[in-house]
């Protein structure tokens, strides 16, 4: 590695480094970083890798190295890539291992193969700028020998070929050693000037594409410049020759040409070196093929205004153009025809912008950090200097009349205010800019302007000031304006009063301010003192001009621009605008003034004719999509400002603006009428006629915002998709654009894919979209939505360690077969609508991800987006240089186009650009092409004349249009994709057959087909069948083909719908390190499918609740915890060893489900699995439990075989519907079986070595049975398979035929649970019924030609017997007699099943629905809860067994208490219902005592006082009822929390004498207001006053916002500290004492709290929030324990009374905790 220290002209240090370690260039401001490309010695081993090596020798050195002579050209490193000027040399430090002879810098150009006398003979003298090396630097060549085979030359510039192209490697040497052989009278080569534009400049360091400078002279433009150092003689011809070869195709333009406006930027090719003949006339010119015309691209119009500032709008001095800032680039707009210039070169935001007097020189600065300031040549349009100020946010900026002083105001890195004035008279001469004077204030500044008759002088205005400066001996120094009584206003802007510029005398000078509070101050200038105030309009002022001495304008917030008289005694004219007056400034004849708004719209009002003239109106946020009627030119985009607007194409005049309290997401013309539909954030959709400004349709199907709409070419149909997965088709040839159909879940979710997720085929045949996961391309029917055709596309690059996903999709718009697919990895796919092969990919498309695409509709240009750059592409890939690309965005670019009549591209993001398209049109072929062309010709006119086109303007063609190059290549390869091939990039390929393809569906004359079968590398997804068997219901499934919807039956697992969202930050404490420790799980998920496990033998009970796995064994009772998972888990299975449990959670926010294999021994997760997009269905282990078998969702029925030695996958197959059942053959471990809504699939497992294959055939359900969907299966011995359906049949099919074999009703409802065991089958089902049946004669059946039921056969199926439990069945497990087993229902129960003894028994019990409350028993041996479906349930503490249940029908409990007394005869339980009422429970007598009804809205909150004398009831109104648990009566009802509902009550054992106050107990009160009230209280003698009233205080919020709860409780410790927390301005926790009444203790938390609890022992608290976290609180020092164990938001913590036991509940799930104390 060597470091050159460089010194600039500018003063700048600047680090030179090159070093064989660098695998790429990189650049900073102060650092230069170049790849050293070590060569090799002649003929060696590594001389020859290097010539077939991609990237070179980047890397250590090879052994055989030889000596290198390397000469650098700093002068042209720091000029190209740095834009600074060389100044010498300063230090060089080695930091490597190597040998070094000598190093010296020299003007000259040195050639170490020429000796003194041959260069002696040759005439070579120093005064040529050439000579050969010194003898120092010499190397000895033998007699005879050539140095150049000795010794490497490296030259920087380098003329390599290789890859890096910023590298610094060894040149051509055969090209070096033809010049050298050539040196007839060499002379120094000229230097090559560069002529760079600014934009292309700044954007060097940032685009890594850009390696040689584009030359722009006079002389036409080469895309290629002559490396420096080669001396030839042929240079001038070499020249001449490509000028003329050029001069065909391009034009020459001067720098300043009008067409130089486009902002373009050439990419050059990775190995693009042109080859030129020297002497043999005889040799072929091999031209570098490139894209042309060169640029493709001109930026013609912008639609915007503003972007960082709606405070910068300039006029020039001739009063003919208006210059403002449109986000980064700057705009000059001609007020008579609206033609637009621009000024680009800034890399953000412009913030400010400046004319001198005359207007010939203009500066502007952008935002950021270290903003820069440009100075342009206004009339030229050229940028004369570029510096930076060191400062942020910089907001003004200031010429003096005669340009000579440009100040600036920012902020500094302390976020003072700064104010910089630089020197530039000699900026357009040398553009030498020098700083004059620097201050930094605490003083704020809003304007600051330099005075007109003196340059040294400038005025300010800002927040209660006004000061004049002055610039003397280089310092900037200020006073200010007394202001009097008026300091506090905030001054806005600040105008002169103009007169003779060079009137020595300042008394007549008058200084204007204007004030936010409408008040103009007139100032004597020379006295610094006010000499007038006048209030103009309560109106607030934001800007002031003046001109000459008559007039004075104001622009206010009100919207209105005035017109004054300087005496103010009335409104000489006025103009009203649709939003506050943001800036306003007369022209120099002061006969118009520009006014300019905050909503973004620029106009300016005549004073003599008194008429308004609007130049652009804006959208003021982000344009997030278009569309064009290419018919009327008008143009729709919807904006983030919350609006839709309709443009005229070519006046840029806004015609329409449609204004919605929703947000618009996507807009769509329709092809042909004047209507447009917008879809919204809320998932509505709207039609829209612009001819009568009518609604015409609103659609409501959607739930989320709308990502995608569009019709169809032929106008018949609408589509629209939302975030929520969901796809709509309309009729559009309606007015009322009804809705045919509606798709569900078939749409990828999420909202990146916005406004252009669907794209139609041009024939309208065909809908493409992403879904119904990112790594799935659809194709479906346009007109009904069924699906044709599914694409996978995250497998096509098998080594990468990410899955590639899909991100856009676009047809191909002359060829319907041609569907452009653009991925995450940055590629551009290719893919066959057909077949869905892979035809072309294109890599490294852009350097961020690719945002929209497009193709012209000739098929020659693909249009790219990405981040900030709009690319053009040669659609067949097949030039040299297949790109360009064009900057001017200053945000990424939401959607880019080409217009309907292909003169024009469309790019919408921070505004909106329109590009001329200068690509020639196709042109027809000459009868001269060749049998190929000539066929393509052919079959394309064919096509034409079957189906008459339309142009985008609405008249018919003559003739379909050719391309003018050949027809498409698409690559195929013959790469095996179960080889697992590396996958490179096919559309370089050379060793590729190319074969054109007809447009026409099937090959007809001059058509062609494949020669050979091309293997795909996408997984195709498409129906195949197969017929195996030759039977009619039996075909072989695997890939699938409906669309993926929601199954209608309770089998198939839905995972519970949550708001909340895990906290990923959460870091879990060291085992044996936690503060508490999970004791017990009370309950069992209902909600799960198969989400229970047991083994007899084993004595192995396994179940979930929640993201938790429990393990019991039944003998003794003593629970195991398997925590891994963070959602909700769906399903379970366990090896026929039982000693492995595999589980199976959700992803959370569109991630993959998680598989968890658990060693039951240890209780450690051993593996993980993340494969299946949606949930998992159902697992299941073989016999051997040699396989392992995974089921997705109906989202994405994957049946996925998984080998269990390593869990790696052995094979996935998509079905074609949704999985509800899967099992193994309990003995044959290669079969296995799973039912569905498209029936039964019979599945073989075949291995051979480390090969499987996994072969699947599919059987209808038996016509007798109706339109049925299968739900569950088992097996019967080895050769029968029952299945049960969703209306209670029993199907029995024999294994070896796939036929049904008999049918029977076993239930009313849906079987949701199979299972057999011997010669005995249970059946589960929804109506609550479990049966038993015997089922032997079902071994004596045969295959019929017919399906026979029980009644039409003699075979007997005899009914056993049967029981109902509290809920349908979805799990089950016996023993292998079936005398016993445990079955699982969605009421939240598991039910010890005993036939031989008719006994059931519950062994666990849980809620089914959300529980509201739980709390402890004075003595902690119970426990109790309270749920929304009206159940209080009291449980022991040490058994974890339900004790008793008290329902109330149809009312949901809110909350629940225990009396304080001790004896257990009089222990009860009160709750409070959502009617109103409270009910009290005896325990003993396991019985409701008493009924009250102190509330006429639901009960909130309820507490026994202390010593349980009354009953303290909330309702939701907020009104507290203190009521007798002897005779129900109601004794008072305090009101002073009405209105808001009170959310937690406490009542504690506190004598209130230390607050002066008569009682024995206190109570509190909090409500969602975040108010709490203490009171002290004797409830004997009927006494209870006020102690308190604590307020907090919190932000304003919208009605809608979902707040957290206010909360609050009494210390444990202390009970004069009360604990609270809310919403408020802070996330904390806060101690107010009530003796010192003050808060003397905060505790910040990360998220808002929606439970706590206080352990009265060890200062412990418990607090939970929607992240899933319960969070463990040491008060006293703050130190803290994070816990997730939930798999939802928790509702309630609860710590017992002796704080050793602590409850947590999310949802219905509850967790005890034993206290460790932190």
């Given at each position: 590695?060597?470091?050159?220290?460089?010194?600039?002209?500018?003063g700048?240090?600047?680090?030179v480094?090159?070093?064989?370690?660098?695998?790429?260039?990189?650049?900073?401001?102060t650092w230069l970083?170049f790849?050293?490309l070590?060569?090799a010695?002649?003929?060696?081993?590594?001389?020859?890798?290097?010539?077939?090596?991609?990237?070179?020798?980047?890397?250590?050195?090879?052994s055989?190295v030889?000596w290198?002579?390397?000469?650098?050209?700093?002068q042209?490193?720091?000029?190209v890539?740095l834009?600074?000027?060389?100044n010498?040399?300063k230090?060089?430090?080695?930091?490597?291992n190597?040998?070094v002879?000598?190093m010296?810098t020299?003007?000259l150009?040195?050639?170490p193969?020429?000796?003194?006398?041959e260069?002696?003979?040759?005439?070579?003298?120093?005064?040529q700028?050439?000579?050969?090396?010194?003898?120092?630097?010499s190397?000895?060549?033998?007699?005879?020998?050539?140095?150049?085979?000795?010794?490497?030359?490296?030259?920087?510039?380098?003329?390599?070929t290789?890859?890096?192209?910023d590298?610094?490697q060894?040149g051509?040497s055969?090209?070096?050693?033809?010049?050298?052989s050539?040196?007839?009278?060499?002379?120094?080569?000229?230097?090559?000037?560069?002529?760079?534009?600014?934009a292309?400049?700044d954007?060097?360091?940032?685009i890594?594409?850009?390696?040689?400078?584009?030359?722009?002279n006079?002389?036409?433009?080469?895309?290629?410049?002559?490396?420096?150092?080669v001396v030839?003689?042929?240079?001038?011809?070499?020249?001449?020759?490509?000028?003329?070869s050029?001069?065909?195709?391009l034009?020459?333009?001067?720098?300043?040409?009008?067409?130089?406006?486009?902002?373009?930027?050439?990419?050059?090719?990775?190995?693009g070196?042109?080859?030129h003949?020297?002497?043999?006339?005889?040799?072929s010119?091999s031209?570098e093929?490139m894209?042309?015309p060169?640029?493709?691209?001109?930026l013609n119009?912008?639609?915007g205004?503003g972007?960082?500032?709606?405070?910068?709008?300039?006029?020039t001095?001739?009063?003919?153009a208006?210059?403002y800032?449109?986000?980064?680039?700057?705009?000059?707009?001609t007020?008579?025809s609206?033609?637009q210039?621009?000024?680009?070169?800034?890399t953000?935001?412009?913030?400010?912008?400046?004319?001198?007097?005359?207007?010939?020189?203009?500066?502007?600065?952008?935002?950021?950090?270290?903003?820069v300031?440009?100075?342009?040549?206004?009339?030229?349009?050229?940028?004369?200097?570029?510096f930076?100020?060191?400062?942020h946010?910089?907001?003004?900026?200031s010429?003096?009349?005669?340009?000579?002083?440009l100040c600036?105001?920012g902020?500094?890195s302390?976020?003072?205010?700064?104010?910089?004035?630089?020197?530039?008279?000699?900026?357009?001469?040398?553009?030498?800019v020098?700083?004059?004077a620097?201050?930094?204030?605490?003083?704020?500044?809003?304007?600051?302007?330099?005075?007109?008759?003196?340059?040294?002088?400038?005025?300010?205005?800002?927040?209660?000031?006004?000061?004049?400066w002055?610039?003397?001996?280089g310092?900037?120094?200020?006073?200010?304006v007394?202001?009097?009584?008026?300091?506090s206003?905030?001054?806005?802007?600040?105008?002169?009063?103009?007169?003779?510029?060079?009137?020595?005398?300042l008394?007549?000078?008058?200084?204007?301010a204007?004030?936010?509070?409408?008040h103009?101050f007139?100032?004597d200038?020379?006295?610094?003192?006010?000499?007038?105030?006048r209030r103009l309009?309560p109106?607030?002022?934001?800007h002031?001009?003046?001109?000459?001495?008559?007039?004075?304008?104001?622009?206010?917030?009100?919207?209105?621009?005035?017109?004054?008289p300087?005496?103010?005694s009335?409104?000489?004219?006025?103009a009203?605008?649709e939003?506050?007056?943001?800036?306003?400034l007369?022209?120099?004849?002061?006969l118009?003034v520009l006014?300019?708004?905050?909503?973004?719209?620029l106009?300016?009002?005549?004073?003599s004719?008194?008429?308004?003239?609007?130049?652009?109106?804006?959208?003021?946020?982000?344009?997030?999509?278009?569309s064009v009627?290419?018919i009327?030119?008008?143009?729709?985009?919807?904006?983030?400002?919350?609006?839709?607007?309709?443009?005229?194409?070519?006046?840029?005049?806004?015609?329409?603006?449609?204004v919605?309290?929703?947000s618009?997401?996507?807009?769509?013309?329709?092809?042909?009428e004047?209507i447009?539909?917008?879809?919204?954030?809320?998932?509505?959709?709207?039609?829209f006629?612009?001819s009568?400004?009518?609604?015409l349709?609103?659609?409501?199907?959607?739930?989320?915002?709308?990502?995608?709409?569009?019709?169809?070419?032929d106008?018949?149909?609408?589509?629209?998709?939302?975030?929520?997965?969901?796809?709509a088709?309309y009729?559009s040839?309606?007015?009322?654009?009804n809705?045919?159909?509606?798709?569900?879940n078939?749409?990828?979710?999420?909202t990146e894919?916005?406004?252009?997720?669907?794209?139609?085929?041009?024939?309208?045949?065909?809908l493409?979209?992403?879904?119904?996961?990112?790594?799935i391309?659809?194709i479906?029917?346009?007109?009904?939505?069924d699906?044709?055709?599914?694409?996978?596309?995250?497998?096509?690059d098998?080594?990468?360690?990410?899955?590639d996903?899909?991100?856009?999709?676009?047809?191909?718009?002359?060829?319907?077969?041609h569907?452009?697919v653009?991925?995450?990895a940055?590629k551009?796919?290719?893919?066959s609508?057909k077949?869905?092969?892979?035809?072309?990919?294109?890599?490294?498309?852009?350097?961020?991800?690719?945002s929209?695409?497009?193709?012209?509709?000739?098929?020659?240009?693909?249009?790219?987006?990405?981040?900030?750059a709009?690319k053009?592409?040669?659609?067949n890939m097949?030039?040299?240089?297949?790109?360009?690309?064009f900057?001017g965005?200053?945000?990424?670019?939401?959607?880019?186009?080409?217009?309907?009549?292909?003169?024009?591209?469309?790019?919408?993001?921070?505004?909106?650009?329109?590009?001329?398209?200068?690509?020639?049109?196709?042109?027809?072929?000459?009868?001269?092409?060749?049998?190929?062309k000539?066929?393509?010709?052919s079959t394309?006119?064919?096509?034409?004349?079957?189906?008459?086109?339309?142009?985008?303007?609405g008249?018919?063609r003559q003739?379909?249009?050719?391309?003018s190059?050949?027809?498409?290549?698409?690559?195929?390869?013959?790469?095996?994709?179960?080889?697992?091939?590396a996958?490179?990039?096919?559309?370089i390929c050379?060793?590729?057959?190319?074969?054109?393809?007809?447009?026409?569906?099937d090959p007809?004359?001059?058509?062609?087909s494949d020669?050979?079968?091309?293997?795909?590398?996408?997984?195709?997804?498409?129906?195949?069948?197969m017929?195996l068997l030759?039977?009619?219901?039996?075909?072989?499934?695997d890939?699938?083909?409906?669309?993926?919807?929601?199954?209608?039956?309770?089998?198939?697992?839905?995972?519970?719908?949550k708001?909340?969202?895990?906290?990923?930050?959460?870091?879990a404490?060291?085992?044996?390190?936690e503060?508490?420790?999970?004791k017990?799980?009370?309950?069992?998920?209902?909600?799960?499918r198969g989400n229970?496990?047991?083994?007899?033998?084993?004595?192995?009970?396994?179940?979930s609740?929640?993201?938790?796995?429990?393990v019991e064994y039944?003998?003794?009772?003593?629970?195991?915890?398997?925590?891994?998972?963070s959602?909700?888990?769906?399903?379970?299975a366990?090896?026929?060893?039982?000693?492995?449990?595999?589980?199976?959670?959700?992803?959370?926010?569109?991630?993959?489900s998680?598989?968890?294999?658990?060693?039951?021994?240890n209780?450690?997760?051993?593996?993980?699995i993340?494969?299946?997009?949606?949930?998992?269905?159902?697992?299941a282990?073989?016999?051997?439990?040699?396989?392992?078998?995974?089921?997705?969702?109906f989202?994405?029925?994957?049946?996925?075989?998984w080998?269990?030695?390593n869990?790696q996958l052995l094979?996935?197959v998509?079905?074609?519907?949704?999985?509800?059942?899967?099992t193994?053959?309990?003995s044959?471990?290669?079969?296995?079986?799973c039912?569905?809504?498209q029936g039964?699939?019979?599945?073989l497992?075949?291995?051979?070595?480390?090969?499987?294959?996994?072969?699947?055939q599919r059987?209808?359900?038996?016509?007798?049975?109706?339109d049925?969907?299968?739900?569950?299966?088992?097996?019967?011995m080895?050769t029968?398979?029952?299945?049960?359906?969703n209306?209670?049949h029993?199907?029995?099919w024999?294994?070896?035929?796939?036929c049904?074999?008999?049918?029977?009703e076993?239930?009313?409802?849906?079987?949701?649970?199979l299972?057999c065991?011997?010669?005995?089958?249970?059946?589960?089902?929804?109506?609550?019924?479990?049966?038993?049946?015997?089922?032997e004669?079902?071994q004596?059946?045969?295959?019929?030609?017919?399906?026979?039921?029980?009644?039409?056969?003699?075979?007997?199926?005899?009914?056993?017997?049967?029981?109902?439990?509290?809920?349908?069945?979805?799990?089950a497990?016996?023993?292998?007699?079936m005398?016993m087993?445990?079955?699982?229902?969605?009421?939240g129960?598991?039910?010890y099943?005993?036939w031989s003894d008719n006994?059931?028994?519950?062994?666990?019990?849980?809620?089914?629905?959300?529980v509201?409350?739980v709390?402890?028993?004075?003595?902690?041996?119970?426990?109790?809860?309270?749920?929304?479906?009206?159940?209080?349930?009291?449980?022991?503490?040490?058994s974890?067994e339900?004790v008793?249940q008290?329902q109330v029908l149809?009312?949901a409990?809110?909350?629940?208490?225990?009396?304080?007394?001790?004896?257990?005869?009089?222990?009860?339980v009160?709750?409070?219902y959502?009617d109103?009422?409270?009910?009290?429970?005896?325990?003993?007598?396991?019985e409701m005592?008493?009924?009250?009804?102190p509330?006429?809205?639901?009960v909130?909150?309820?507490?026994y006082?202390?010593?349980?004398h009354?009953i303290l009831?909330a309702?939701?109104?907020g009104?507290?009822?203190?009521?007798?648990?002897?005779?129900?009566t109601?004794?008072?009802v305090?009101?002073?929390?009405?209105g808001?509902?009170?959310?937690?009550?406490?009542?504690?054992?506190?004598?209130?004498k230390?607050?002066?106050?008569?009682?024995?107990?206190?109570?509190?009160?909090?409500?969602?207001?975040?108010?709490?009230?203490?009171?002290?209280?004797?409830?004997?003698?009927?006494?209870?006053?006020l102690?308190?009233?604590l307020?907090?205080p919190?932000?304003?919020?919208?009605?809608g916002?979902?707040?957290?709860?206010?909360?609050?409780?009494?210390?444990p410790?202390d009970?004069?500290?009360?604990?609270y927390t809310?919403y408020?301005?802070?996330?904390?926790?806060s101690?107010?004492?009530?003796?010192?009444?003050?808060?003397?203790?905060?505790?910040a938390?990360?998220?808002?709290?929606?439970c706590i609890?206080l352990?009265s022992?060890?200062?412990l608290?418990?607090?939970?929030?929607?992240?899933?976290?319960?969070?463990?609180?040491?008060?006293?020092s703050?130190?803290?324990?994070?816990?997730?164990q939930?798999?939802?938001?928790?509702?309630t913590?609860?710590?017992s009374?002796?704080g050793?036991l602590?409850?947590?509940?999310a949802?219905?799930?509850?967790?005890?905790?034993?206290?460790?104390?932190?």
């Open positions: 590695m060597v470091h050159l220290d460089v010194a600039a002209e500018e700048h240090a600047i680090r480094s090159f070093s064989n370690m660098f695998k790429e260039f990189k650049s900073t401001a970083q790849p050293f070590c060569g010695a002649k003929d060696s081993v590594y001389h020859h890798t290097s010539k077939s090596a991609r990237h070179g020798l980047v890397g250590p050195a090879p055989s030889r290198t002579c390397l000469m650098l050209d700093l042209y490193a720091l000029s890539y834009d600074r000027c060389f010498h040399l230090s060089i430090k080695l930091c490597a190597m040998s002879k000598n010296f020299s003007d150009q040195l050639d193969g020429v000796s003194f006398s260069a002696k003979l040759m005439g070579l003298t120093s005064s700028g050439t000579g050969p090396m010194p003898r120092e630097m190397f000895p060549v033998p007699k005879g020998g050539s140095w150049h085979d000795l010794y490497d030359h490296i030259k920087f510039p380098s003329e390599g290789k890859l890096p192209f590298s610094i060894k051509n055969h090209l070096e050693a033809r010049c050298a050539n040196r007839r009278s060499p002379v120094r080569e000229e230097p090559r000037f560069v002529n760079l534009r600014k292309v400049q954007r060097v360091s940032l890594q594409q850009i390696t040689t400078p584009k030359l722009r006079q002389t036409p433009v080469v895309t290629d410049i002559p490396e420096l150092g030839s003689t042929q240079q001038k011809d070499w020249e001449q020759e490509l000028a003329s050029s001069s065909q195709q034009t020459s333009r001067s720098p300043w040409d009008a067409d130089d406006g486009g902002v373009h930027v050439y990419v050059h090719p990775e190995d070196l042109n080859k003949a020297e002497e043999s006339e005889s040799e010119e031209e093929e894209l042309l060169d640029p493709i691209l001109r119009r912008i639609i205004f972007g960082a500032t709606s405070k910068c709008a300039l006029w001095k001739s009063g003919d208006v210059v800032p449109c986000h980064a680039i700057i705009v000059s707009m007020i008579s609206n033609q210039r621009f000024f680009v070169g800034h953000d935001k412009v913030s400010a912008l400046a004319f001198n007097g005359n207007t010939t020189l203009l500066a502007s600065a952008q935002i950021g950090n270290n903003s300031v440009r100075v342009w040549n206004y009339h030229k349009g050229n940028c004369v200097a570029m930076r100020i060191h400062a946010s910089l907001s003004c900026l010429f003096s009349y005669g340009g000579g002083i600036a105001v902020k500094d302390h976020n003072k205010t700064m104010v910089v004035v630089w020197n530039t008279r000699n900026v357009s001469k040398a553009g030498e020098t700083i004059l620097k201050a930094h204030t605490d003083v704020d500044i809003n304007t600051m302007k330099v005075a007109f008759f003196d340059d040294t002088r400038m005025v300010s205005c800002g927040h209660d000031n006004i000061r004049l002055r610039v003397r001996n310092t900037l120094r200020s006073c200010p007394n202001l009097g009584e008026y300091h206003m905030d001054f806005t802007d600040v105008a002169f009063e103009e007169g003779n510029s060079f009137d020595p005398h008394d007549d000078r008058t200084l204007f204007s004030s936010r509070s409408g103009i007139e100032i200038y020379s006295r610094v003192v006010i000499r007038n105030v309009l109106a607030q002022r934001q002031a001009d003046r001109r000459e001495k008559w007039t004075s304008n104001a622009g206010s917030e009100d919207g209105f621009l005035r017109l004054w300087l005496d103010f009335a409104v000489f004219l006025e009203e605008h939003g506050p007056v943001s800036v306003v007369v022209s120099s004849d002061s118009q006014a300019a708004t905050s909503t973004g719209n106009g300016f009002l005549n004073v004719s008194r008429g308004y003239n609007t130049l652009m109106r804006s959208h003021t946020d982000t344009v997030l999509g278009f009627d290419g009327h030119r008008q143009l729709t985009s919807a904006s983030s400002d919350g609006t839709v607007r309709i443009w005229n194409m070519d006046s840029l005049h806004q015609l329409y603006d449609f919605s309290e929703d618009p997401c996507s807009v769509a013309f329709h092809p042909s004047q447009f539909s917008c879809g919204f954030s809320s998932g509505v959709v709207r039609v006629s612009i009568t400004a009518e609604l349709a609103e659609h409501k199907q959607h739930g989320g915002p709308v990502v995608g709409l569009t019709f169809s070419p106008g018949e149909f609408m589509y629209s998709a939302d975030s929520q997965g969901s796809l088709l009729n040839s309606e007015e009322d654009h809705v045919i159909r509606v798709a569900c078939v749409v990828a979710r999420g894919r916005a406004p252009d997720a669907l794209t139609v085929s041009s024939d309208s045949r065909c493409a979209f992403i879904g119904p996961s990112e790594y391309v659809t479906a029917d346009a007109r009904s939505l699906e044709l055709l599914r694409v996978d596309v995250s497998i096509l098998v080594e990468s360690p990410r899955l996903s899909a991100l856009k999709v676009c047809f191909s718009t002359a060829s319907t077969e569907l452009l653009a991925t995450s940055n551009i796919l290719w893919v609508t077949t869905g092969r892979l035809l072309r990919e294109l890599s490294k498309v852009h350097k961020h991800q690719c929209s695409l497009a193709v012209s509709e000739d098929s020659r240009f693909l249009l790219t987006a990405g981040h900030n709009v053009v592409w040669d659609y097949q030039l040299n240089v297949n790109s360009q690309m900057i965005h200053s945000q990424p670019i939401r959607q880019v186009s080409f217009t309907p009549d292909q003169l024009c591209v469309i790019s919408v993001g921070d505004a909106i650009f329109l590009w001329d398209f200068l690509a020639n049109p196709a042109k027809p072929l000459t009868d001269s092409c060749s049998p190929l000539a066929n393509y010709t394309l006119k064919a096509a034409a004349e079957v189906s008459g086109g339309q142009l985008s303007n008249m018919p003739t379909a249009p050719l391309p190059s050949p027809p498409p290549r698409l690559d195929v390869s013959t790469t095996d994709q179960v080889a697992q091939v996958l490179s990039s096919l559309s050379d060793d590729t057959l190319a074969i054109p393809t007809s447009p026409a569906q007809g004359p001059g058509g062609f020669p050979r079968p091309a293997v795909s590398f996408l997984k195709v997804t498409d129906l195949v069948d017929s030759n039977t009619d219901h039996l075909d072989t499934v890939v699938k083909q409906k669309t993926a919807v929601r199954p209608d039956c309770y089998r198939h697992f839905i995972q519970r719908f708001t909340s969202s895990l906290d990923q930050t959460v870091v404490p060291q085992t044996e390190e503060g508490i420790k999970l017990a799980v009370i309950g069992y998920n209902g909600n799960g229970m496990v047991w083994s007899p033998d084993q004595g192995l009970f396994a179940y609740c929640g993201c938790v796995v429990v039944l003998h003794t009772g003593i629970q195991r915890h398997l925590q891994g998972h959602e909700e888990i769906s399903c379970l366990l090896t026929n060893d039982a000693q492995t449990v595999a589980s199976a959670a959700g992803g959370s926010n569109s991630s993959k998680l598989i968890c294999i658990w060693d039951v021994q209780g450690t997760c051993c593996n993980t993340s494969y299946h997009t949606g949930a998992v269905q159902s697992l282990f073989s016999r051997d439990d040699r396989f392992f078998l995974s089921v997705g969702d989202s994405n029925p994957v049946v996925a075989l080998s269990t030695k869990f094979s996935g998509s079905m074609s519907g949704p999985i509800h059942d899967a193994f053959s309990p044959a471990a290669s079969q296995m079986a039912v569905g809504s039964v699939y019979f599945c497992i075949h291995t051979q070595g480390l090969d499987v294959d996994f072969k699947v059987a209808n359900a038996p016509s007798e049975v109706g049925v969907e299968l739900t569950a299966l088992c097996y019967h080895d029968f398979l029952f299945t049960g359906t209306r209670g029993v199907c029995a024999d294994v070896n035929t796939q049904c074999l008999m049918t029977w076993a239930d009313e409802g849906e079987i949701g649970v299972l065991r011997g010669s005995r089958l249970l059946t589960g089902s929804n109506t609550r019924w479990l049966r038993l049946w015997e089922v004669a079902v004596a059946m045969k295959p019929q030609q017919n399906v026979c039921s029980v009644k039409d056969s003699r075979t007997t199926v005899v009914l056993e017997r049967e029981v109902m439990v509290d809920g349908t069945m979805v799990s497990a016996f023993d292998n007699t005398d087993g445990i079955v699982g229902t969605t009421a129960t598991l039910w099943i005993n006994s059931n028994i519950r062994l666990v019990s849980g809620h089914k629905s959300k509201n409350d709390v402890f028993s004075c003595n902690e041996s119970h426990f109790a809860t309270c749920s929304e479906d009206g159940s209080v349930r009291v449980w022991s503490t040490s974890y339900l008793v008290f149809n009312q409990c809110g909350c629940v208490c225990w009396s304080p007394s001790s004896s257990k005869d009089s222990t009860c009160a709750a409070g959502s109103g009422t409270v009910r009290i429970f005896q325990l003993t007598s396991t005592e008493m009924k009250l009804h509330h006429t809205v639901a909130t909150a309820i507490q006082s202390a010593n349980g009354v009831s309702g939701k109104n009104l507290v009822a203190v009521s007798s648990p002897v005779n129900g109601t004794i008072r305090i009101r002073d929390h009405k808001a509902m009170i959310t937690t009550i406490q009542c504690v054992n506190e004598q209130c230390s607050f002066e106050l008569e009682g024995n107990e206190m109570w509190l009160a909090t409500s969602a207001d975040r108010r709490v009230s203490v009171w002290a209280a004797d409830w004997s003698k009927d006494k209870c006053d102690l308190d009233w307020s907090f919190a932000p304003p919020y919208f009605a916002d979902s707040l957290p709860p206010s909360m609050a409780a009494f210390c410790s009970r004069s500290l009360v604990v809310g408020g301005v802070e996330k904390e926790l101690f107010y004492s009530l003796t010192k009444k003050q808060i003397i203790k905060r505790i938390l990360p998220h808002w709290a929606t609890s352990s022992d060890s200062q608290l418990a607090v939970g929030s929607k992240e899933r976290v319960l969070k463990l609180i040491k008060s006293t703050g130190r803290f324990q994070d816990f997730v939930h798999s939802d938001s928790l509702q913590c609860r710590f009374p002796s050793t602590l409850f947590s509940v949802y219905n799930e509850i967790l005890l905790w034993e206290v460790q104390g932190l």
